[in-house]
């Protein structure tokens, strides 16, 4: 099975910067898409962004122009560089790792002060 190990996630104030980091092992070959996805308190989980193994990606209209997802093929790692982020942005991040199967890293949290 995938493992997805996440990283990168803090406090910040409004207007600031994060970036998150997922590192997947085993069984990398398998996977065609990774991806970032998150929940906010009392909401459900929605997608944030994803890339493909060819490099195709997909942003939740809330994040264009502010966040940036990128892959590392070699150390199967995918990032989301997080650009004027929001209080409305605070949520737990979960990375995804899409293969036969949905893969889920065990979440970390963003928390955006006003």
């Known amino acids: 099975q995938v493992q997805l190990v996440e990283s990168g996630g803090g406090l910040v104030q409004a207007g600031g910067s994060l970036r998150l980091s997922c590192a997947a092992s085993?069984?990398?070959?398998?996977?065609?898409?990774m991806g970032w996805y998150r929940r906010a308190p009392g909401k459900q989980r929605e997608l944030v962004a994803t890339v493909t193994n060819r490099g195709t990606t997909t942003y939740a209209d809330s994040v264009k122009g502010r966040f940036t997802i990128s892959r590392d093929n070699a150390k199967n790692t995918v990032y989301l560089q997080m650009n004027s982020l929001k209080p409305e942005d605070t949520a737990i991040y979960y990375c995804?790792?899409?293969?036969?199967?949905?893969?889920w890293g065990q979440g970390t949290q963003v928390t955006v002060s006003s």
């Open positions: 085993r069984m990398t070959f398998s996977i065609n898409a």
């Open positions: 995804n790792a899409r293969s036969v199967m949905d893969y």
